[in-house]
């Protein structure tokens, strides 16, 4: 059973990158063919996707966020992480990883979901 | 990018009712169409990809339809467990987006 789990600072400062980690068990992150996403949610707020990283390494973002974002697979912690530049108080949220469904596809939506870490931006 | 407007925004409705909800797409997104449930403090779960798939483990109250730019999610009888927020999500082209969200309260 796949499980994700992401980690990082809780309270991040303006202008400072924000760096989150998803930790995944029960598959390898570059052998199951998956798409590895993230979203984020901000307070009482619908939902916004980041961007997804597949299992080749190749990834593709939001273009509202692509100048700040970088997510890259570490595959000897079987990790994915989350890079976010230049925060400001708008990029304080809920931040989730989430496995696409597909193997291979990655028009299926998205099946499993860490339980989110929420990151605040303030000085 | 393409935009998702759910309807109704929120809606009350009772244990047994039949609820439906639609999802509009700004452009035809095929049958690449999703739906999720949120509960309060809990994560998106997954519930319908594909248009009309049933995700495994979810309840047969639930079904979606439609295709091209119109969608709907319906719940044939109300459980109380099924009071929460429901978003559909775009898989067709990036970046993927989802709706606003309709949020499903207890009359």
């Known amino acids: 059973q796949v499980q994700l789990q992401e980690s990082g600072p809780g309270l991040v400062k303006p202008s400072q990158t924000l760096s989150l980690t998803c930790a995944v068990s029960g598959t390898s992150i570059t052998s199951g063919g998956y798409y590895w996403n993230w979203i984020r949610q901000h307070p009482g707020k619908g939902l916004e996707w980041i961007g997804y990283i597949l299992f080749s390494g190749s990834t593709i973002y939001n273009p509202s966020l692509k100048s700040r974002v970088t997510i890259s697979l570490d595959t000897s912690k079987n990790h994915i992480s989350l890079k976010l530049s230049s925060v400001t108080a708008a990029d304080t949220a809920m931040y989730y990883c989430?496995?696409?469904?597909?193997?291979?596809?990655?028009?299926?939506?998205?099946?499993?979901w860490g339980q989110g870490t929420t990151v605040t931006v303030s000085s | 990018d393409i935009q998702m407007t759910q309807a109704p925004s929120s809606v009350s409705a009772s244990v047994g009712d039949r609820v439906t909800i639609t999802c509009r797409a700004s452009k035809d997104v095929a049958n690449r169409l999703v739906w999720y449930q949120q509960k309060p403090g809990k994560v998106p779960k997954l519930l319908i990809y594909a248009a009309s798939t049933l995700q495994s483990g979810v309840p047969s109250r639930f079904s979606g339809s439609g295709s091209g730019t119109d969608f709907t999610l319906t719940i044939s009888s109300l459980q109380p467990e099924d009071f929460a927020t429901y978003y559909c999500q775009q898989a067709d082209s990036f970046p993927r987006t989802f709706g606003q969200g309709t949020k499903l309260e207890i009359k």
């Open positions: 989430a496995k696409d469904l597909g193997a291979h596809v990655d028009t299926y939506g998205m099946d499993v």
